[in-house]
């Protein structure tokens, strides 16, 4: 990846079956590194992130297009109740003291605009260290029914960055691309 011990980014590697052993051993190679993740949070349930929180200093990047259970289900693919616990695991995170950042790709045809404001004001309440905001993006490729949905025009996406910076001075917002 681009540092050691380096940013594991794709997919989700909380999945792995030897996750922990793995962590184990890049911590003890790795032993004052920051090591990033990124998921969709649905597996950050408080015995898992009880078990997370002695290889701090860590950093979770939540993937969190929606606070609605039924819209993160749609976009994610997942059952609802994983949806219960990726919205709670911020609340977690910030118990074990476990910095993260919040991950928007917005989608305002499947979201609506006040859907993600309200995600991106709720990772900010919830101690999100700071937003990354990923334009959408496919190729030609992608089937054209599914494009219609995920389309966000460059201009509607600025224009968010723009009133979520105006609503929240101070708070680092990271639009990708800048």
């Known amino acids: 990846s681009d540092s050691l ?18 962590l184990t051993l890049v911590r003890e190679r790795f032993l004052t590194n920051r090591i990033h993740f990124t998921t969709n949070a649905s597996l950050l349930d408080e015995p898992f992130i009880q078990r997370l929180a002695p290889f701090r ?18 976009i994610f693919q997942r059952p609802q109740k994983l949806a219960h616990i990726a919205l709670k695991s ?10 993260f950042t919040g991950n928007i790709v917005p989608l305002p045809r499947i979201c609506g605009g006040d859907d993600i404001e309200n995600t991106f004001a ?3 309440a ?24 995920i389309e966000c025009p460059w201009e509607e996406f600025q224009g968010f960055v723009q009133r979520m910076r105006e609503k929240f001075p101070g708070y680092p917002i990271v639009p990708q691309p800048s």
């Open 5 to 22: 011990p380096g940013r594991i980014s794709e997919g989700e590697a909380f999945l792995h079956p030897h996750f922990f052993d793995i």
């Open 57 to 74: 200093p860590l950093e979770i990047n939540v993937s969190l297009h929606s606070t609605q259970p039924k819209l993160w289900a749609r």
């Open 90 to 99: 911020m609340y977690l995170l910030k118990k074990y003291h476990i910095d």
């Open 122 to 124: 709720f990772l900010a």
């Open 126 to 149: 919830e101690g999100a260290k700071s937003t990354l905001l990923w334009w959408p993006g496919f190729s030609k490729k992608t089937p054209p029914g599914l494009r219609k949905k």
